[in-house]
């Protein structure tokens, strides 16, 4: 690994724990290797990022999940955390969580977070008969890419609405 590829990996969890503080969050998913582990068992597109010659540029996590499960989210039923561990594996999902989206600051407004989550959802409808999105907003941009991804991908989208 290059210098420059280590400091953007470097600067790509640092903006993850920056946003989503999951470190102090246990309600939330905090990625490490098990839970990366499980992510590619519920299917090898939960995960997906793009990289140029420094290094990642943005990450994506989205995860299949049940219906039923889904909607619990969506009522505050169970957490994201939850909602994770709940999933089963080896079934048909129906329904996808956006989870989450980080592309660095110099590369944002291009459309990379969108093109790599509605390339998941693709390669994933190939194998689950998914009829919903749903996610929950951190931001406005969290907002707006949901709400593209859901219009592009002709599917319903739900949303968690923060407490608070």
Not at 2 to 15: A, F, P
Not at 26 to 37: C, E, G, L, R, Y
Not at 124 to 150: C, N, Q
Request: contains cysteine; positive net charge; proline residues 5%.
């Amino acid at each position: 690994m290059s210098r420059k590829t280590s400091e953007n990996l470097v600067r790509m969890i640092q903006l993850a724990e920056e946003f989503f503080g999951t470190r102090n969050d246990p309600s939330q998913i905090s990625v490490d290797q098990n839970v990366m582990s499980r992510l590619k068992e519920v299917h090898p597109c939960t995960m997906t990022e793009k990289q140029t010659r420094k290094g990642p540029i943005s990450w994506v996590l989205i995860i299949p999940t049940t219906e039923g499960l889904m909607k619990r989210f969506i009522r505050k039923e169970i957490n994201e955390r939850e909602l994770f561990k709940k999933t089963p594996l080896h079934i048909k999902y129906n329904a996808i969580y956006l989870c989450s989206a980080l592309v660095l600051p110099e590369h944002r407004k291009k459309g990379i977070a969108k093109q790599l989550m509605c390339k998941a959802i693709k390669s994933i409808k190939k194998e689950h008969p998914i009829d919903a999105l749903f996610y929950w907003a951190f931001s406005t941009a969290g907002k707006r890419l949901a709400v593209s991804v859901a219009k592009e991908c002709r599917l319903p989208l739900y949303k968690r609405i923060n407490s608070g």
